[in-house]
């Protein structure tokens, strides 16, 4: 049973809403965003960001720890300074895991589990481009959910002990090259534009 405290909510709420509004800021110029900016950027932003976390969550509980999303003050306010300065990193908390013993294994897992799912929601938003070239709304959508996830998956597979990508390759080496590699050749596209 998936279980949520009133603060976890609250702590993912804040978190969704700062960051949604931090990257509309940065894609709008750093302008103020008009509102339907600040929708698409939710659309492709913030579930990458909420999916990504929630994964985590989820897949710690279904091996039977407590798994809770923590909000950190002091992520979110440098990455209030980073978009002031105009550029934009962000960290704004994570889910902690407490368990009697969690394998190498089973933290692989749980920390693959993000990325994974940034690469998933990266594919969907190229393929509501593939699919539905209207343009407008639904072409900003797919170019920035695309990008965004890409770029989600690529910073957190960087095996350094803080992000995701240090317990993936302690656990199977082979899973993080595949991984890095798939989202190595999305944000190639990404970034080139070849695929827009």
Do not use: C
């Amino acid at each position: 049973m998936m279980r949520f405290t009133s603060r976890e909510i609250r702590d993912l709420i804040i978190s969704m809403v700062i960051i949604t509004v931090l990257f509309a800021y940065i894609f709008s110029g750093r302008t103020l965003p008009s509102f339907s900016l600040i929708v698409v950027t939710f659309i492709a932003v913030g579930l990458g960001f909420i999916l990504h976390e929630l994964a985590h969550k989820f897949v710690a509980m279904r091996y039977g720890f407590w798994a809770e999303y923590h909000l950190w003050v002091e992520g979110l306010i440098f990455a209030i300074i980073t978009a002031a300065l105009g550029f934009l990193f962000v960290a704004p908390g994570a889910v902690y895991i407490h368990g009697e013993y969690i394998s190498r294994e089973q933290n692989g897992k749980i920390s693959a589990s993000g990325p994974a799912t940034n690469l998933i929601l990266a594919g969907l938003f190229f393929l509501l481009l593939y699919y539905f070239p209207w343009g407008g709304l639904i072409t900003l959508i797919g170019v920035l959910g695309f990008y965004v996830n890409s770029f989600l998956a690529m910073i957190n597979l960087i095996p350094i002990s803080m992000l995701d990508g240090a317990k993936i390759i302690r656990w199977n080496p082979i899973i993080w090259v595949v991984m890095a590699g798939i989202t190595g050749v999305m944000v190639f596209y990404a970034f080139t534009g070849l695929v827009f």
